[in-house]
T-cell receptor
C-alpha cells in the first residue's frame, strides 16, 4: 500500500459525459501528479500540483482539468469524454519534487462506451 | 526534455535464470533515474532509484541497476528470477529542475516455470 488513495477504482461512462477522479496523497506529501496509462500511449504525464498551485503541465487535453484543494487532495475532471479517453488514470504524490520518490496509487480505470 | 527507450517490450525467461531489462535515456540536463514495477491490476511500485554516488544501485526483491553515464543507460538486473517477478517494468527519468517522471514504454517480464 503506497498510501495514495484513488476513487473510484472503476468507472464506466458514455461518450460526451463528464467524470471526476479523486486522489488523496500520502500524509505529508505536498506534490500531486496525474498520469494516464493507455495501451497505445503508455504512461503519459498529465499535470503536477504543489501545495495547491499548478507547477507543470504535460500532455493534458483542454477537455481535462485538475485542481488541488487546501487539504491537499486533488481531483481530475474529464469532460466531453471520447472513446479514446478510456485508460487507467494514476495519481501519485511526493514530499516535494526533485529527487523525491514519487508514490503511485492503484489507479482509476475509466471505460468510455 | 527527456526521453526513455526500453529496448525490449517483452522478455521471457526461465525461473532461476538471470535477467537484464534494458533502458536508455536521453536528456540535455543531469537526471535522476528510476525503475518501477507494475503487477497485474496494480499500481506502480518503486524498485530502485539512482540519484547520485555509486553507479550500482540495489533495490527491493533482489533487483539492482547500473547507471552508465557514457552510454546513457540504466539497465535492470536480477541474478535469479522467480515466478512472482512476472510483471511489467518501467524505466523512468526525472530531469534536474523538473518534478515529473518521463516513462519508457515498459518491458513485460514473463517468468516461465
Amino acid at each position: 500500500d503506497s498510501g495514495v488513495t484513488q476513487t473510484p477504482k472503476h468507472l464506466i461512462t458514455a461518450t460526451g459525459q463528464r467524470v471526476t477522479l479523486r486522489c488523496s496523497p500520502r500524509s505529508g506529501d505536498l506534490s500531486v501528479y496525474w498520469y494516464q496509462q493507455s495501451l497505445d500511449q503508455g504512461l503519459q504525464f498529465l499535470i503536477h500540483y504543489y501545495n495547491g498551485e499548478e507547477r507543470a503541465k504535460g500532455n493534458i487535453l483542454e477537455r481535462f482539468s485538475a485542481q488541488q484543494f487546501p487539504d491537499l487532495h486533488s481531483e481530475l475532471n474529464l469532460s466531453s469524454l471520447e472513446l479514446g479517453d478510456s485508460a487507467l488514470y494514476f495519481c501519485a504524490s511526493s514530499v516535494s519534487g526533485a529527487a523525491n520518490t514519487i508514490y503511485f496509487g492503484e489507479g482509476s480505470w475509466l471505460t468510455v462506451v | 526534455a527527456q526521453s526513455v527507450t526500453q529496448l525490449d517490450s517483452q522478455v521471457p525467461v526461465f525461473e532461476e535464470a538471470p535477467v537484464e531489462l534494458r533502458c536508455n535515456y536521453s536528456s540535455s540536463v543531469s537526471v535522476y533515474l528510476f525503475w518501477y514495477v507494475q503487477y497485474p491490476n496494480q499500481g506502480l511500485q518503486l524498485l530502485l532509484k539512482y540519484l547520485s554516488g555509486s553507479t550500482l544501485v540495489k533495490g527491493i526483491n533482489g533487483f539492482e541497476a547500473e547507471f552508465n553515464k557514457s552510454q546513457t543507460s540504466f539497465h535492470l538486473r536480477k541474478p535469479s528470477v522467480h515466478i512472482s517477478d512476472t510483471a511489467e517494468y518501467f524505466c523512468a527519468v526525472q530531469g534536474a529542475g523538473s518534478y515529473q517522471l518521463t516513462f519508457g514504454k515498459g518491458t513485460k517480464l514473463s517468468v516461465i516455470p
